[in-house]
Every structure is written in C-alpha cells, then in structure tokens.
C-alpha cells in the first residue's frame, strides 16, 4: 500500500550542487506534479504532467526540470541549487479524469546552504 | 496566478470551542478541496466540494461552497486535540484541469 514515495526525506546541498529528487507512485495515476512548500506561502505548483512523455511548467519552474519517462516515476532535478531553493518539496499524484483526489507523498526538505 | 486567501493565519483555541476557516478567491472555481496536513507529512484530502451553496459533513467538520463558488469555508464543532494540524484549501479553476492551487493554510492548535 505505498502510494506516492518520495526519496530522500532530508537533504542538505551547498549552493551550486546539482541533486534529483525521486517521486514514484503505484497506483497507475497518469497526472503528477511537483509541489514547493514554504512557510506561510502555501504550496506552490513547480511542473506537472499529464503522462508519460509529457510535462509542463507551473507557477515557479525557474530552477527546476523534470521528466517523465513511465507512468510511474517523475524525478525532479535541481541544476544548480540556490539558498532560495531551501524548502519542503511535495510531489502528488492523481487520476487525470473523475476525482480528482491529490495523493501526496511525505516530502523531502531540502537546505541549501 | 490565482490568488487563494485563507483566514486566520494562525489560530489557537480550547479543547470544546466551535471554529470556522474561510477561504476566499476572486475567481470562480471549478472545485474546492480542503487537505489536511501533519508535521512531517504531506496534505491529506478532506473533502471535495463542486456546486455552489453546497453543505458536507464528515463527523465534526461542516464544509460549505460559496453559492458564486468564490470561497469556501471549514467550520469544526466542539474541537479536540486530535484536530491540531494545518488546514489547507485548494481549488481548481477549470474543469477537467487537475492543477491545484492552495491557500496558505491555517494552522490549528487545540488546546487540551
């Protein structure tokens, strides 16, 4: 009963490092995206895809690029980390008609420092 | 961007008391979700409203939909610890789009 799996759970980089964040889920959904969590801002949508195959940027993609190769895992890559980078990184997963229900994953906090 | 506002930021009451979140938008939406969320975990789906002036329970929490479909609010009855988290509203703009756009939530504390 796994869900959406996020790795790692903590992660601290020095600026100019690059890392990728894992997101796996296995429940077959076909639409996952990426989420930034910081305090008192809410979550903010980074990218998305609709499939595998296809992805599109959200509010706050500068930094940031993904892509999705199967319907189950969408990686999240830094490229060059920033201080303003630091923050708690949700990836979801849904179905892409009927509910629309998020199934979010346990985060990764990430410190650039 | 959409902008999604949740009030209060912050709040903190006694195990007993009654208390309503609201979350307002200048858009119309499509549907509503509130999540809630632990420390250490991601959002977990409370509820999803659709049709404006809608009314859902679930147990002790009341939701309802703004009849304009503008805002929404969360009203929990006779509070208790187990309550305590962040609360979050999410909504989506256009139907058929999955892309959720959040409020900055509110963080509830229940006092024992």
């Known amino acids: 009963n796994a869900g959406v799996t996020q790795t790692p759970k903590f992660q601290v980089l020095k600026t100019g490092q690059s890392m990728t964040l894992q997101c796996a889920q296995d429940?077959?959904?076909?639409?996952m995206s990426w989420y930034r969590q910081d305090p008192g801002m809410g979550l903010r949508l980074i990218h998305y895809?609709?499939?595998?195959?296809?992805?599109d940027q959200g509010e706050v993609p500068n930094g940031y690029n993904v892509s999705r190769s199967t319907t189950e895992d969408f990686p999240l890559r830094l490229l060059s980390a920033a201080p303003s980078q630091t923050s708690v990184y949700f990836c979801?997963?849904?179905?892409?008609?009927?509910?629309?229900?998020?199934?979010f994953g346990q985060g990764t906090r990430l410190t650039v420092v | 961007t959409q902008l999604l506002e949740q009030s209060p930021q912050f709040l903190s009451i006694q195990e007993g008391e009654n208390l309503t979140v609201y979350c307002n938008s200048s858009?119309?939406?499509?549907?509503l979700q509130w999540y809630r969320q632990e420390p250490g975990e991601g959002p977990v789906l409370l509820v999803t409203?659709?049709?404006?002036?809608e009314v859902k329970k679930l147990k002790r929490l009341t939701f309802q939909f703004g009849d304009a479909r503008k805002d929404s609010s969360l009203h929990i009855t006779a509070a208790q610890p187990g309550d305590t988290g962040l609360y979050l509203c999410?909504?989506?703009?256009?139907?058929?789009?999955?892309?959720?756009?959040f409020g900055t939530g509110t963080r509830l504390t229940v006092i024992p």
């Open positions: 979801a997963s849904s179905e892409v008609q009927g509910r629309t229900e998020a199934f």
């Open positions: 429940m077959n959904h076909e639409y």
């Open positions: 895809s609709v499939g595998a195959g296809i992805t």
């Open positions: 858009s119309v939406f499509s549907s």
């Open positions: 409203v659709v049709t404006g002036g």
């Open positions: 999410a909504a989506q703009y256009q139907t058929g789009a999955n892309n959720l756009f």
